[in-house]
């Protein structure tokens, strides 16, 4: 398979690519001087896959949120692959990774993305992951326990949580309805993004981001995400989160409105080893608000 990829340096020395097959064609080569960023396909677990790497040694995989991308992660993608392998995936259903249908629920999600991890050699791995992203996260966390080495969990509900903050889980079951409001990409992610941000973001990241959210069956995939949701119970979560012997850090926003940092009350008697560090002046989507804070606090997380 060869692709063709519109190639953009973006100001943390990445080039960002926008890929497409094409028979024939000589694969696209990034400017010399730059870090390496490689567009990879793989077939796992019943999905074929995209994800981003650069870097080598230890490998840290990052999973994103709603309604993102691995492109989300582009500046840790530039710091963290200074000293480790970093990883960004397109979850399924998003980006350039498999759109069709089947099973969407966190759990099942999570069983494929072990499949990629397994298909490209992973042994070991730390995690980092936002939003949705964390959700299925905590799957993988405590289905391979054995093989995380550490987990940077972001943006996303332990045990505490007020239903009146997340409207979508209702909203967007409906199938119809859903697809119909994230078919208009950039509206939809103005919609999202502007309440729940408190740094301005730039607008060649938001280019980014609506690029690849607007890509073809991306708002028929998403909504199955919510289709597929179950509320669990209590005891089941924190059954899940006492699987996790392994250091984790949850790095939470300190201004996100729909995450007051009240839900994280109390998390040192879930979590066997767990820190909460909060970002400051942040909301929800702090990989692109806060870039350097956030990757400064991975790296020292993942250094210790």
Not at 11 to 33: D, H, I, K, M, R
Not at 149 to 154: A, E, F, H, L, T
Not at 199 to 222: H, K, N, T, Y
Request: proline share 6%; charged share 25%; aromatic share 10%.
């Amino acid at each position: 398979m060869k692709w063709i990829c519109l190639l953009l340096l973006l100001p943390t020395g990445l080039v960002f690519s926008s890929c497409a097959e094409l028979a024939n064609t000589p694969s696209s080569e990034q400017p010399s001087g730059e870090p390496e960023l490689e567009h990879k396909f793989v077939e796992a677990g019943g999905v074929q896959w995209h994800y981003v790497e650069a870097g080598a040694g230890e490998a840290v995989v990052f999973l994103h949120g709603l309604p993102e991308s691995w492109f989300s992660w582009h500046y840790q993608i530039a710091q963290v692959s200074r000293e480790y392998r970093a990883i960004a995936v397109d979850l399924k259903g998003y980006g350039q990774s498999d759109k069709r249908d089947g099973d969407y629920t966190a759990q099942g999600v999570a069983n494929e993305l072990i499949a990629l991890f397994d298909a490209i050699g992973l042994e070991k791995f730390s995690l980092v992951t936002h939003d949705w992203g964390t959700v299925i996260g905590d799957h993988v966390a405590s289905i391979v326990p054995d093989r995380m080495i550490k987990y940077v969990r972001m943006q996303a509900p332990v045990l505490k949580i007020d239903p009146a903050n997340h409207p979508q889980f209702v909203l967007l079951r409906n199938q119809e309805l859903a697809t119909s409001i994230m078919s208009d990409a950039e509206t939809f992610i103005n919609t999202v993004y502007e309440p729940r941000t408190i740094q301005e973001i730039s607008d060649e990241d938001m280019e980014g981001i609506i690029l690849e959210f607007s890509r073809p069956g991306v708002a028929e995939a998403v909504p199955r995400y919510f289709r597929d949701f179950a509320l669990e119970s209590e005891e089941a979560r924190r059954e899940r989160f006492g699987k996790m012997s392994f250091p984790v850090l949850v790095l939470q926003a300190e201004s996100d409105p729909a995450q007051p940092l009240w839900y994280f009350d109390g998390i040192e008697a879930v979590f066997p080893d767990v820190r909460l560090q909060v970002v400051k002046d942040s909301g929800h989507f702090t990989e692109l608000e806060r870039p350097d804070d956030v990757s400064k606090a991975i790296l020292d997380f993942l250094g210790d």
